[in-house]
């Protein structure tokens, strides 16, 4: 887990885009975003991206300090790959329902009580997690990833149930599943949606796999983020698309279709009634990071994430497996 540091308190800069700027040439830093982070973050950022873009940047970029403008298992993943680089979270609680959701030592039983299984994890998940792994995917590799595996050969999936229904089907593969899911993508209304698709005829609706599947039934486009956007780049330029992922990534999708009409799929109110919550489907770990958090983390070089030689060893041989199947 990243080391907790407190920023001190003093007054940010007025113009804090060209703040971030100066301290990146100051520190030799890059920033890596993800698409679900706020646009203003997304914008100053070297690089925006899904988890698998964000590992392979994290691993090529030859810059002394990696900011990672995600959650804490994004920032673990970025140091795994460059243990002899800095690497800073602006907001040590920026964490993940999904990686909390597999507990190291009740994985490890799991894990254990299936010696004969191939274990393949969801990058979302934590380091010890990963140590526990034969190798990592991403949603953007997780079918890949199973068929490399021999057909033979019996499959453990975590720490996503949903992820992994979807890629047993789309594999053909019989998969034993980690019953983790995400927060946001599992609080999508299928009934909200279904009256929501027939206001907007026509609309395109772009699904993440790890909704469940009643949720993905509904779509015309399953993928990961960077395939949702790549839909939307290559679509029509003025079309109304229906967004079943965190929304954050509408900020890019914006930018490369103007014209389009981007419309949050609606979710399940928590403990109340489906299709009323606005703001359901933001992840609020996401979201806690800030373009002020990111100028205090620069400046201060802090928080900054620290893993054991030998952890980092350990988790690093399955994301290297991950990231050569592509």
Same mark, same amino acid.
């Given at each position: 887990?990243?080391?907790?540091?407190?920023?001190?308190?003093?007054?940010?800069?007025?113009?804090?885009?060209?703040?971030?700027?100066?301290?990146?040439?100051?520190?030799?830093? $890059?920033? #890596?975003?993800?698409?679900?982070?706020?646009?203003?973050?997304?914008? &100053? /950022?070297?690089?925006? =991206?899904?988890? *698998?873009?964000?590992?392979?940047?994290?691993?090529?970029?030859?810059?002394?300090?990696?900011?990672?403008?995600?959650?804490?298992?994004?920032?673990?993943?970025?140091?795994?790959?460059?243990?002899?680089?800095?690497?800073?979270?602006?907001?040590?609680?920026?964490?993940?329902?999904?990686?909390?959701?597999?507990?190291?030592?009740?994985?490890?039983?799991?894990?254990?009580?299936?010696?004969?299984?191939?274990?393949?994890?969801?990058?979302?998940?934590?380091?010890?997690?990963?140590?526990?792994?034969?190798?990592?995917?991403?949603?953007?590799?997780?079918?890949?990833?199973?068929?490399?595996?021999?057909?033979? $050969?019996? #499959?453990?999936?975590?720490?996503?149930?949903?992820?992994?229904?979807? &890629? /047993?089907?789309?594999? =053909?593969?019989? *998969?034993?599943?980690?019953?983790?899911?995400?927060?946001?993508?599992?609080?999508?209304?299928?009934?909200?949606?279904?009256?929501?698709?027939?206001?907007?005829?026509?609309?395109?609706?772009?699904?993440?796999?790890?909704?469940?599947?009643?949720?993905?039934?509904?779509?015309?486009?399953?993928?990961?983020?960077?395939?949702?956007?790549?839909?939307?780049?290559?679509?029509?330029?003025?079309?109304?698309?229906?967004?079943?992922?965190?929304?954050?990534?509408?900020?890019?999708?914006?930018?490369?279709?103007?014209?389009?009409?981007?419309?949050?799929?609606?979710?399940?109110?928590?403990?109340?009634?489906?299709?009323?919550?606005?703001?359901?489907?933001?992840?609020?770990?996401?979201?806690?990071?800030?373009?002020?958090?990111?100028?205090?983390?620069?400046?201060?070089?802090?928080?900054?994430?620290?893993?054991?030689?030998?952890?980092?060893?350990?988790?690093?041989?399955?994301?290297?497996?991950?990231?050569?199947?592509?």
């Amino acid at each position: 887990m990243p080391d907790m540091v407190l920023p001190r308190r003093d007054a940010p800069p007025a113009d804090l885009v060209a703040a971030v700027q100066a301290l990146k040439r100051e520190r030799d830093a $890059v920033i #890596i975003a993800h698409y679900y982070q706020d646009g203003a973050i997304q914008d &100053v /950022a070297d690089f925006v =991206g899904d988890s *698998l873009q964000m590992a392979r940047f994290g691993a090529e970029t030859k810059a002394k300090t990696i900011v990672v403008c995600g959650v804490h298992f994004m920032a673990e993943t970025a140091k795994i790959l460059a243990m002899d680089r800095t690497v800073l979270l602006p907001d040590t609680a920026a964490g993940c329902s999904l990686a909390d959701s597999a507990p190291e030592a009740e994985f490890r039983a799991f894990v254990t009580a299936r010696p004969d299984h191939r274990v393949v994890t969801y990058v979302n998940s934590t380091a010890a997690v990963k140590a526990l792994s034969d190798i990592c995917c991403t949603s953007s590799n997780a079918v890949q990833v199973v068929q490399s595996i021999p057909r033979d $050969v019996p #499959i453990i999936f975590g720490p996503d149930r949903f992820l992994g229904d979807w &890629v /047993a089907g789309q594999a =053909g593969r019989e *998969l034993v599943l980690w019953r983790g899911s995400c927060e946001v993508h599992e609080l999508f209304s299928a009934e909200a949606m279904q009256r929501q698709k027939q206001e907007h005829p026509g609309a395109i609706t772009l699904v993440h796999p790890e909704c469940p599947a009643s949720i993905i039934a509904l779509a015309d486009v399953v993928g990961s983020t960077k395939k949702l956007l790549e839909a939307v780049r290559t679509g029509p330029e003025r079309a109304t698309w229906i967004v079943a992922t965190e929304p954050g990534i509408i900020h890019q999708m914006r930018k490369a279709r103007p014209h389009g009409v981007f419309l949050m799929a609606p979710a399940i109110v928590r403990g109340g009634p489906q299709g009323a919550c606005s703001s359901c489907n933001e992840c609020p770990h996401m979201k806690r990071n800030t373009l002020e958090k990111l100028w205090r983390c620069m400046r201060d070089g802090a928080p900054e994430v620290r893993l054991e030689s030998e952890l980092a060893a350990r988790a690093r041989l399955p994301i290297e497996r991950m990231l050569a199947v592509g």
